[in-house]
Protein backbone atom coordinates (compact mmCIF):
# COMPACT_ATOMS: atom_id res chain seq x y z
CA UNK A 1 0.00 0.00 0.00
CA UNK A 2 1.53 2.98 -1.14
CA UNK A 3 2.26 6.17 1.58
CA UNK A 4 0.01 8.80 1.93
CA UNK A 5 0.15 12.28 3.61
CA UNK A 6 -2.16 12.58 5.95
CA UNK A 7 -5.07 15.57 5.36
CA UNK A 8 -5.12 18.49 7.51
CA UNK A 9 -8.80 17.75 9.07
CA UNK A 10 -10.21 20.87 11.51
CA UNK A 11 -10.37 19.94 15.08
CA UNK A 12 -13.95 20.19 15.56
CA UNK A 13 -14.60 17.27 12.47
CA UNK A 14 -11.54 14.89 15.04
CA UNK A 15 -13.26 15.41 17.82
CA UNK A 16 -16.35 14.36 16.26
CA UNK A 17 -14.81 10.83 15.67
CA UNK A 18 -12.42 10.83 18.62
CA UNK A 19 -14.47 11.31 21.19
CA UNK A 20 -17.29 8.53 20.39
CA UNK A 21 -14.04 6.15 19.77
CA UNK A 22 -12.98 7.43 23.69
CA UNK A 23 -16.58 6.46 25.08
CA UNK A 24 -16.87 2.92 22.99
CA UNK A 25 -12.97 2.35 24.33
CA UNK A 26 -14.36 3.04 28.10
CA UNK A 27 -17.54 0.95 27.52
CA UNK A 28 -15.40 -2.17 26.28
CA UNK A 29 -13.72 -1.90 29.44
CA UNK A 30 -16.91 -1.48 31.84
CA UNK A 31 -18.20 -4.62 29.82
CA UNK A 32 -15.41 -6.80 30.13
CA UNK A 33 -14.86 -5.75 33.59
CA UNK A 34 -18.19 -6.95 34.85
CA UNK A 35 -18.69 -9.95 32.41
CA UNK A 36 -19.09 -12.36 35.24
CA UNK A 37 -21.67 -10.59 36.79
CA UNK A 38 -23.71 -9.21 33.30
CA UNK A 39 -23.91 -12.57 31.86
CA UNK A 40 -25.95 -13.81 34.51
CA UNK A 41 -28.08 -10.96 35.48
CA UNK A 42 -28.11 -8.91 32.04
CA UNK A 43 -26.67 -10.33 29.48
CA UNK A 44 -27.87 -7.95 26.95
CA UNK A 45 -26.32 -4.89 28.42
CA UNK A 46 -23.17 -7.17 28.30
CA UNK A 47 -23.76 -7.32 24.62
CA UNK A 48 -24.26 -3.48 24.23
CA UNK A 49 -21.14 -2.94 25.90
CA UNK A 50 -19.11 -5.50 24.37
CA UNK A 51 -19.30 -8.16 21.79
CA UNK A 52 -16.27 -9.87 21.85
CA UNK A 53 -16.90 -13.81 20.58
CA UNK A 54 -16.53 -15.02 24.13
CA UNK A 55 -19.82 -12.72 24.88
CA UNK A 56 -21.90 -13.20 22.13
CA UNK A 57 -20.95 -17.37 22.59
CA UNK A 58 -22.00 -16.92 26.30
CA UNK A 59 -25.28 -14.82 25.63
CA UNK A 60 -26.71 -17.08 22.61
CA UNK A 61 -28.84 -19.09 24.79
CA UNK A 62 -30.14 -16.60 27.15
CA UNK A 63 -31.10 -13.51 24.57
CA UNK A 64 -33.84 -13.73 22.29
CA UNK A 65 -32.81 -13.63 18.69
CA UNK A 66 -33.81 -10.37 17.28
CA UNK A 67 -32.45 -8.30 20.36
CA UNK A 68 -29.18 -10.39 20.00
CA UNK A 69 -28.35 -9.65 16.39
CA UNK A 70 -29.60 -6.28 16.65
CA UNK A 71 -27.66 -5.18 19.71
CA UNK A 72 -25.26 -7.65 19.00
CA UNK A 73 -24.44 -5.60 15.39
CA UNK A 74 -25.24 -2.26 16.32
CA UNK A 75 -22.14 -2.83 19.09
CA UNK A 76 -19.83 -4.47 16.46
CA UNK A 77 -20.25 -2.11 13.73
CA UNK A 78 -20.30 1.25 16.17
CA UNK A 79 -16.61 2.43 15.99
CA UNK A 80 -15.87 0.54 12.83
CA UNK A 81 -16.95 3.62 10.62
CA UNK A 82 -14.82 5.61 12.65
CA UNK A 83 -11.90 4.25 12.81
CA UNK A 84 -12.08 4.33 8.71
CA UNK A 85 -12.34 7.62 8.69
CA UNK A 86 -9.04 8.28 10.99
CA UNK A 87 -7.37 6.18 8.43
CA UNK A 88 -8.27 8.08 5.48
CA UNK A 89 -7.53 11.36 7.32
CA UNK A 90 -4.52 10.64 8.60
CA UNK A 91 -2.98 7.61 6.23
CA UNK A 92 0.47 6.11 7.85
CA UNK A 93 0.10 8.36 11.01
CA UNK A 94 -3.05 6.74 11.57
CA UNK A 95 -1.49 2.95 10.90
CA UNK A 96 1.65 4.10 13.06
CA UNK A 97 -0.40 4.58 16.04
CA UNK A 98 -2.79 1.68 16.04
CA UNK A 99 0.80 -0.38 16.01
CA UNK A 100 1.87 1.61 18.66
CA UNK A 101 -1.31 1.08 20.61
CA UNK A 102 -2.15 -2.42 19.57
CA UNK A 103 0.77 -3.71 17.91
CA UNK A 104 0.86 -5.65 14.85
CA UNK A 105 4.42 -5.66 14.05
CA UNK A 106 5.56 -7.83 11.14
CA UNK A 107 1.80 -8.97 10.36
CA UNK A 108 0.62 -5.42 10.69
CA UNK A 109 3.38 -4.30 7.58
CA UNK A 110 2.58 -7.82 5.58
CA UNK A 111 -0.95 -6.67 5.68
CA UNK A 112 -0.29 -2.90 4.65
CA UNK A 113 1.69 -3.89 1.68
CA UNK A 114 -0.67 -6.61 0.18
CA UNK A 115 -3.88 -4.44 1.49
CA UNK A 116 -5.48 -3.43 -1.97
CA UNK A 117 -5.49 -7.56 -2.74
CA UNK A 118 -6.76 -8.63 0.44
CA UNK A 119 -8.72 -6.06 2.32
CA UNK A 120 -12.20 -6.77 1.41
CA UNK A 121 -11.56 -10.21 2.85
CA UNK A 122 -10.21 -8.86 5.84
CA UNK A 123 -13.07 -5.88 6.27
CA UNK A 124 -15.63 -9.04 5.24
CA UNK A 125 -14.00 -11.45 7.54
CA UNK A 126 -11.82 -9.54 10.46
CA UNK A 127 -12.82 -6.09 10.70
CA UNK A 128 -10.93 -4.99 13.84
CA UNK A 129 -9.23 -1.73 14.74
CA UNK A 130 -6.18 -2.44 12.37
CA UNK A 131 -8.05 -3.52 9.70
CA UNK A 132 -10.52 -0.57 9.62
CA UNK A 133 -7.56 2.13 10.00
CA UNK A 134 -5.57 0.04 7.00
CA UNK A 135 -8.81 -0.11 4.73
CA UNK A 136 -9.55 3.82 5.81
CA UNK A 137 -5.66 5.08 4.91
CA UNK A 138 -5.94 2.63 1.75
CA UNK A 139 -8.54 5.04 0.38
CA UNK A 140 -11.16 2.15 -0.06
CA UNK A 141 -14.80 3.21 -1.19
CA UNK A 142 -16.85 3.82 1.71
CA UNK A 143 -19.85 2.08 -0.03
CA UNK A 144 -17.24 -0.92 -0.53
CA UNK A 145 -16.09 -0.77 2.82
CA UNK A 146 -19.57 -0.48 4.67
CA UNK A 147 -21.37 -2.76 2.87
CA UNK A 148 -18.67 -5.61 3.20
CA UNK A 149 -18.45 -4.56 7.15
CA UNK A 150 -22.11 -5.08 7.41
CA UNK A 151 -22.83 -8.06 5.73
CA UNK A 152 -19.72 -10.21 7.22
CA UNK A 153 -20.43 -8.64 10.56
CA UNK A 154 -24.17 -10.25 10.12
CA UNK A 155 -22.92 -13.67 8.97
CA UNK A 156 -20.00 -13.44 12.32
CA UNK A 157 -23.07 -13.21 14.92
CA UNK A 158 -25.10 -15.78 13.07
CA UNK A 159 -22.73 -18.55 13.29
CA UNK A 160 -21.57 -17.82 16.76
CA UNK A 161 -25.47 -17.72 17.33
CA UNK A 162 -25.72 -21.04 15.71
CA UNK A 163 -22.81 -22.26 17.42
CA UNK A 164 -24.19 -21.59 20.69
CA UNK A 165 -27.03 -22.96 19.62
CA UNK A 166 -25.60 -26.29 18.73
CA UNK A 167 -23.25 -26.49 22.04
CA UNK A 168 -26.06 -25.16 24.10
CA UNK A 169 -25.38 -27.60 26.60
CA UNK A 170 -22.28 -26.20 27.44
CA UNK A 171 -22.86 -23.17 27.55
CA UNK A 172 -25.77 -23.09 29.74
CA UNK A 173 -23.02 -25.12 32.26
CA UNK A 174 -21.01 -22.32 31.92
CA UNK A 175 -23.03 -20.17 32.86
CA UNK A 176 -24.27 -22.00 36.14
CA UNK A 177 -20.75 -22.35 36.95
CA UNK A 178 -20.53 -18.21 36.32
CA UNK A 179 -23.79 -17.98 38.20
CA UNK A 180 -22.32 -19.99 40.82
CA UNK A 181 -19.05 -18.00 41.57
CA UNK A 182 -20.28 -14.64 40.37
CA UNK A 183 -18.46 -12.45 43.02
CA UNK A 184 -14.88 -14.11 42.82
CA UNK A 185 -15.54 -14.40 39.24
CA UNK A 186 -16.35 -10.46 39.26
CA UNK A 187 -13.58 -9.45 41.62
CA UNK A 188 -10.89 -11.69 39.32
CA UNK A 189 -12.36 -9.37 36.12
CA UNK A 190 -12.19 -6.38 37.70
CA UNK A 191 -8.42 -6.41 38.68
CA UNK A 192 -7.78 -8.11 35.42
CA UNK A 193 -8.88 -6.04 33.33
CA UNK A 194 -7.37 -2.84 35.96
CA UNK A 195 -3.77 -4.56 34.66
CA UNK A 196 -4.07 -5.26 31.45
CA UNK A 197 -5.29 -1.11 30.95
CA UNK A 198 -2.78 0.13 32.95
CA UNK A 199 0.11 -2.12 30.59
CA UNK A 200 -1.35 -1.20 27.87
CA UNK A 201 -1.41 2.86 28.49
CA UNK A 202 2.32 1.98 29.94
CA UNK A 203 3.12 0.56 26.59
CA UNK A 204 1.35 3.64 25.06
CA UNK A 205 3.14 6.10 26.80
CA UNK A 206 7.00 4.31 25.96
CA UNK A 207 5.86 3.78 22.31
CA UNK A 208 7.69 6.87 20.03
CA UNK A 209 4.69 5.84 17.32
CA UNK A 210 1.55 6.10 19.86
CA UNK A 211 1.99 9.39 20.22
CA UNK A 212 -0.41 11.08 18.17
CA UNK A 213 -2.19 13.95 19.57
CA UNK A 214 -5.08 14.12 17.54
CA UNK A 215 -6.00 10.39 18.04
CA UNK A 216 -7.30 8.90 21.22
CA UNK A 217 -6.04 6.29 23.57
CA UNK A 218 -8.48 3.81 22.39
CA UNK A 219 -8.26 -0.11 23.96
CA UNK A 220 -10.36 -2.00 21.86
CA UNK A 221 -10.73 -5.80 22.34
CA UNK A 222 -12.20 -7.54 19.93
Not at 24 to 51: D, E, F, K, R, Y
Not at 152 to 166: A, E, K, S, Y
Not at 187 to 208: D, N, Q, W, Y
Request: include cysteine; glycine fraction near 8%; charge should be positive.
Amino acid sequence: MEKRRPRRVGRRRVLLVTVPLAVVAASAVIGNALAPTLVVTHPLLLLALNTTTRHLVLTSTSVDFVPYLVVGLGRRLLEDPFLFLLGRWYGDEAIAWVDGKLGGGRALRWVQRHFRRVGWLLVAVAPGGVVCVLAGASRMPTALFLVLNVVGTVVTILVLRRFGDVFAGPVDASLAFVADNVAVLTVASVILTAAFVVHRRRRGRESPSARRPALPEEDRPR
